[in-house]
């Protein structure tokens, strides 16, 4: 009764349009009702504070800061050329280009929203120019911003480690194949539709003195990634600290480049308040809501539901996606992974389920939410940068939502393409 007046409370105040954080305060004293009105006082503000105690979490402003400060030095032009000069030259370049461009920005930012509206005002436009529906091109960027949350670093893979004591190195490693795997279903889907529709090639192949060039010049971008996960890998430095130290990289890289100016830098800094302050403000109250769930032992009832299916890995995970999938279409996805860790967690390793790999096919799970409607946040941003009616693109987005479920189908049924690279790197 607790779980499914809290579940409807949520789903109505989402629906009537409340904001999300109200929302889920709501949502929480709702839960109090049912556990005892009189430890609100007391429980609220220690299991708020308790949900971002927690050291590794601070990596989440760095990281989304080092990809604004890469944004605001010019780094993305130069990641852009050089996907142009590997891509540009084959049917659908451009639409190349895009996918490839989200692989490099994914690299340092970790997250969709940022990809989205980064690569959206640069190729959408360009898109529609070498003959591509607006729709597609706003489609494509859509799907293509998925690969920042999966190939590391991923913020919502912070998050997951924080709730489940996963090693965040492991699952860094763990995202890098999937994500490498749903570039190249985008990239096939992209050259479908470009021989489908006659799109002919624009550019010849370049000469490679012309690609030397431009990876030079955006080599500094291009080590970043490697920093980051290396760093952490390899035991040097914590994710936080590697986060830090990817700021600092960026940011001396702008400075000696000459290309990050003062203002530049502080709109960077108060774009990464905005947005840090809007997550730990989620994290913060789905950490009230998730204790009064375990209050409830709505875990241990959700494992004795599954219990039936416990024998077979698959199943459960197909189980879990489903579920993941429907809540990620109407919750907000810091929330939903927030809320659902916890309570899938001990279901999955009854199961056998390598906690890695249930990281990376929760994550990739609420990514795809992104983009699904009608909650979708990229969806909201691929439609403002390319000036498209939202409802259009409800329309038109299927396709690509098609193609990332395709893909995590797959990585359900080989769950091996994403533990090898952790298991293989120690």
């Known amino acids: 009764m607790m779980v499914a007046t809290m579940f409807a409370t949520l789903l109505a105040n989402t629906l009537l349009g409340i904001p999300l954080f109200l929302t889920l305060i709501v949502t929480a004293l709702v839960g109090f009702v049912f556990v ?4 609100i006082a007391r429980m609220m503000p220690q299991q708020f504070f308790g949900g971002l105690n927690s050291f590794s979490l601070m990596a989440i402003p760095l990281f989304i800061l080092a990809g604004n400060l890469m944004n605001a030095c010019g780094m993305t032009e130069r990641l852009m050329r050089v996907a142009r000069l590997l891509v540009g030259h084959l049917r659908g370049g451009i639409g190349h280009v895009n996918v490839v461009g989200s692989v490099f920005m994914s690299g340092v930012n970790g997250s969709a929203a940022a990809d989205a509206s980064a690569l959206g005002a640069l190729l959408v436009p360009a898109m529609t120019r070498e003959g591509y529906s607006t729709a597609f091109a706003a489609g494509l960027t859509a799907g293509s911003s998925l690969i920042g949350p999966i ?11 924080a709730q489940t004591n996963t090693s965040v190195g492991q699952l860094f490693l763990g995202g890098v194949v999937p994500g490498l ?27 490679l003195s012309e690609v030397f060039a431009a990876v030079r010049g955006a080599l500094p971008a291009l080590v970043a990634p490697f920093i980051i996960v290396a760093g952490i890998v390899l035991g040097f430095v914590t994710p936080t600290e590697s986060g830090a130290l990817t700021v600092l990289y960026v940011a001396l890289c702008g400075l000696a480049m000459g290309e990050l100016r003062p203002g530049a830098f502080w709109r960077a800094v ?10 730990f403000m989620i994290i913060g109250i789905s950490s009230v809501i998730s204790w009064e769930l375990a ?12 219990e039936p299916f416990i024998d077979s890995p698959v199943i459960v995970l197909l189980l879990l996606s ?10 907000e996805e810091v929330s939903a992974l927030m809320l659902l860790s916890p309570v899938f967690t001990p279901v999955a390793l009854a199961a056998g389920i390598d906690p890695v790999a249930l990281g990376i096919i929760i994550t990739l799970n609420i990514t795809i939410a992104l983009i699904t409607p009608p909650m979708g946040a990229c969806l909201f941003i691929a439609a403002a940068v390319s000036r498209l009616d939202i409802t259009v693109l ?24 994403i533990t090898w690279l952790p298991e293989t790197l120690g």
């Not at 190939?151 to 480690?161: E, K, T």
């Not at 409800?394 to 393409?417: M, N, S, Y």
């Open 394 to 417: 409800f329309r038109t987005i299927w396709p690509f939502i098609l193609t990332a479920v395709a893909v995590l189908l797959v990585l359900i049924l080989f769950p091996g393409l």
């Open 181 to 207: 795997l749903l570039a190249l279903a985008f990239m096939a889907m992209n050259a479908f539709h470009a021989r489908r529709a006659g799109l002919e090639r624009r550019t010849t192949l370049p000469a």
């Open 295 to 306: 209050y409830a032992q709505a875990p241990d009832r959700f494992a004795g539901l599954l």
């Open 36 to 39: 005892d009105p009189g430890m």
């Open 270 to 279: 108060i774009e990464t308040t905005r947005l840090a302050a809007a997550i």
């Open 322 to 331: 489903a579920i993941t999938f429907v809540t990620g279409m109407f919750m």
């Open 151 to 161: 190939i590391p670093p991923s913020i919502f893979m912070i998050l997951y480690s």
